[in-house]
């Protein structure tokens, strides 16, 4: 499983609350990923990490912001949760370097997320 | 950036059965992972296999790059093997960091 944990694994919030959705691995990786998964949409990346405080943006980014404060830890924010946010979020390290011949993704076991 | 297209989007099986899952791509890739969704929600990772052929057990995986395919192949399927499998990709350069999953292909392998 890479090392890879998810925290909350569950969580129903109210619209306009603010959420915080942990990743944390142990085996430090340089390359991590937020992913969401709605239905009929397979996963999609919101933002990604290629070091500490080194972020960018991904297909999905509108809504949500990152942090990188150390290198186990990649943080996701819905600084104003929207139902449009209720999905199923996955964090995702790479094996490897984006930038060379081998990068192999793993992915953690996904926090499930509903805004009511 | 790359579509990525799975054939067939559900397939129902009869246990013991083969089977072939197609990914299609629309560009260059320097990365391609088959994955497998299990009904509990955990994305297991199956190949990573941006060219060529490999074999893990009963499953094994071909990418013709050139022609931008790839195929999975399931032999002698259990209820095990039942949930989604995804097939994903990245390009190269800026394109490197996120991998574009198709919508995937939903197996059932029936007893």
């Known amino acids: 499983d890479a090392g890879i944990t998810q925290s909350p694994r569950h969580k129903v919030t109210e619209t306009g609350t603010p959420v915080t959705l942990r990743c944390h691995q142990t085996?430090?990786?340089?390359?991590m990923y937020w992913y969401r998964q709605d239905p009929g949409h397979g996963l999609r990346l919101i933002h990604y990490?290629?070091?500490?405080?080194?972020?960018d943006k991904g297909e999905v980014s509108d809504g949500y912001s990152v942090s990188r404060s150390k290198t186990e830890d990649f943080l996701l924010t819905l600084e104003s949760a929207t139902s449009s946010q209720t999905s199923v979020y996955f964090c995702?390290?790479?094996?490897?370097?984006?930038?060379?011949?081998?990068?192999?993704?793993?992915f953690g076991p996904g926090t499930r997320l509903t805004v009511l | 950036g790359i579509q990525v297209e799975q054939s067939p989007p559900d397939l129902i099986l009869q246990e013991g059965a083969n089977s072939t899952l197609r990914c299609n791509f629309s560009?260059?890739?320097?990365?391609l992972q088959w994955f497998h969704q299990n009904p509990w929600g955990q994305l297991i990772n199956l190949f990573y296999i941006p060219s060529g052929t490999k074999q893990n057990g009963r499953l094994s995986a071909t990418t013709v790059a050139t022609e931008r395919y790839s195929l999975l192949y399931i032999s002698s399927s259990q209820t095990t093997d039942s949930g989604v499998y995804f097939c994903?990709?990245?390009?190269?350069?800026?394109?490197?960091?996120?991998?574009?999953f198709g919508k995937g292909t939903k197996l059932s392998v029936i007893p």
């Open positions: 995702a390290i790479s094996v490897g370097d984006p930038r060379s011949s081998y990068n192999e993704q793993f």
């Open positions: 085996e430090n990786h340089r390359y």
């Open positions: 990490s290629y070091g500490v405080k080194d972020t």
């Open positions: 560009d260059s890739v320097n990365n």
């Open positions: 994903a990709v990245a390009g190269s350069g800026a394109g490197s960091y996120q991998l574009t």
